[in-house]
């Protein structure tokens, strides 16, 4: 299993160097400034939640005889609470987040929004979350640069 968990690792490495390679003019240059408060909140957030969810998926894929994604879906369904838990988690992951990234980033002019919902496949959910609002909070501040310099230039 140390094999398809590396597999998991290497695609949420590569979906979440996507989405920044896509979107660099946010990374690059003056116009969106340093990092603010509230981002390094939302990569904080999304770090953590990586690691956490890292951790117990190691830690189940280690004691788990046949770990896979089914087993592991199958397995949020352990009893009423976790149902609960796990629908919400589903509904919130796999519908709402990519109608949300996609709808949305389409408006903010972010680049291929859609890679966060790939991306929360390989990573965890709170992170593709967080790092989507991390973007919204730089591609807001690289708006107005350039909306900006378009009315200094006029």
């Known amino acids: 299993m140390t094999a398809s968990l590396l597999f998991y ?9 996507l989405a920044v390679y896509w979107n660099r003019h946010l990374f690059t240059g003056d116009a969106v400034g340093r990092v603010t408060a509230l981002e390094a909140a939302f990569y904080f957030f999304g770090v953590l939640s990586l690691v956490l969810g890292w951790y117990f998926n190691v830690r189940y894929t280690h004691a788990v005889h046949d770990a896979n994604y089914v087993n592991f879906t199958k397995d949020l369904f352990a009893n009423w609470a976790a149902d609960s838990a796990a629908q919400d988690y589903i509904i919130a992951n796999v519908v709402l987040l990519p109608l ?3 709808s949305d980033g389409r408006r903010r002019g972010i680049k291929a929004p859609w890679i966060f919902f790939v991306m929360s496949l390989f990573t965890s959910f709170a992170f ?7 973007f919204v909070e730089r591609q807001i501040r690289y708006s107005r640069a350039a909306s900006s310099a378009l009315s200094s230039t006029a």
Request: charged letters at 0%.
């Open 9 to 17: 690792g290497i695609l949420g490495i590569i979906t979440t160097a």
């Open 100 to 102: 949300w990234t996609i």
């Open 128 to 134: 593709a979350m967080a790092a989507y609002l991390a």
